[in-house]
């Protein structure tokens, strides 16, 4: 994966990233939320669609974060 200008890793954020995203997601008693993976493990694209169609999922979010080497690039 990426790694970021402060050597952190795109896998780590985007983790970090959907756990907050369920975890406030839940909070509004509103959705259900099932991730895909938990901990740092890759799954193949075909296999998260899998677990998606599994838990009859309404919505499907793919998470990915990249780096740039340009510090006047944001966003």
């Known amino acids: ?3 970021g200008a402060n050597g952190r890793k795109e896998k780590e954020v985007t983790l970090a990233v959907a756990k907050e995203l369920k975890s406030q997601l839940e909070a509004t008693g509103r959705y259900t939320v099932h991730l895909t993976r938990s901990t740092d493990i890759f799954i193949k694209l075909q ?3 899998k677990i998606a169609r599994k838990h ?3 919505l499907f979010i793919s998470l ?7 510090p006047n690039v944001s966003g």
């Open 64 to 70: 990915h974060a990249d780096s740039i080497d340009k």
């Open 1 to 3: 994966g990426a790694l």
């Open 56 to 58: 009859n999922a309404d």
């Open 47 to 49: 296999d998260r669609v």
